[in-house]
């Protein structure tokens, strides 16, 4: 199960940035993929996450500001981010959840990429 994650960096508050998701064949199969960020001394949060059926559910502070969509044929995971704030500053990772036989689910990590929004 692999994730590559991409498009981190640095914009001023109110700009928009596009993070993309690339899993392998095996991580394209999850049950839902997403996006989850860390911020500098504070816990991972979920940010956006999307079912293999579609079914997206965002974290209460992006609703409205971030849309989270999946290219089935591309294998990719997409987090359009606008609007964004200097609290959206943070490492973003990739996310898998894989069922395993016993019924629960398997988290699977890709690297972080580096969001930077300065005010």
């Known amino acids: 199960v692999q994730l590559q994650a991409s498009g981190g960096g640095l914009v001023q508050t109110g700009g928009s940035l596009r993070l993309s998701c690339v899993a392998s064949?095996?991580?394209?199969?999850?049950?839902?993929i997403g996006w989850y960020r860390r911020a500098p001394g504070k816990q991972r949060d979920m940010v956006a996450t999307i079912s293999s059926d579609g079914v997206t559910n965002y974290g209460d502070s992006v609703k409205g500001r971030f849309t989270i969509s999946r290219d089935n044929a591309k294998k990719t995971v997409y987090l359009q981010m606008n609007s964004l704030k200097p609290e959206d500053t943070a490492v973003y990772y990739c996310?898998?959840?894989?069922?395993?036989?016993?019924?629960?689910?398997?988290?699977?990590w890709g690297q972080g990429t580096l969001v930077t929004v300065s005010s």
């Open positions: 064949d095996r991580a394209f199969t999850a049950r839902s």
């Open positions: 996310n898998a959840k894989m069922p395993a036989p016993s019924g629960a689910l398997w988290d699977f």
